[in-house]
């Protein structure tokens, strides 16, 4: 019963957004318009993906590289703790 009857008593009394030229604008670019003629971080997000599809290659060899050097952070961190195996913990608890 909740899942029917509070979805439509929050459409009735909910918030109802306002309706401006720049909300429009981020509607439209999705649809019909030129996302990368938006403001804000949309716009920039579109922009920046428009910048790497021209280096695919770069794009590819870049996220290897990432992957490659957060799993060698991983492997480095491994061994250092691995190398104190007699560690000793005291608590206070009560």
């Known amino acids: 019963m ?7 008593l929050g459409s009735l009394i909910g918030f109802k957004p306002k309706n401006n030229e720049k909300s429009n604008a981020a509607l439209l670019a999705g649809k019909d318009g030129d996302p990368s003629k938006l403001i804000g971080f949309t716009g920039l997000y579109v922009n920046f993906i428009k ?5 695919p290659l770069m794009v590819i060899l870049g996220m290897f590289l990432l992957s490659f050097l957060i799993f060698q952070m991983f492997i480095s961190s ?6 104190k195996t007699n560690r000793v913990f005291y608590t206070n608890a009560k």
């Open 2 to 8: 909740a899942l029917v009857f509070l979805p439509t």
């Open 51 to 55: 910048k790497l599809i021209n280096y």
């Open 78 to 83: 491994y061994q250092r703790d691995t190398s």
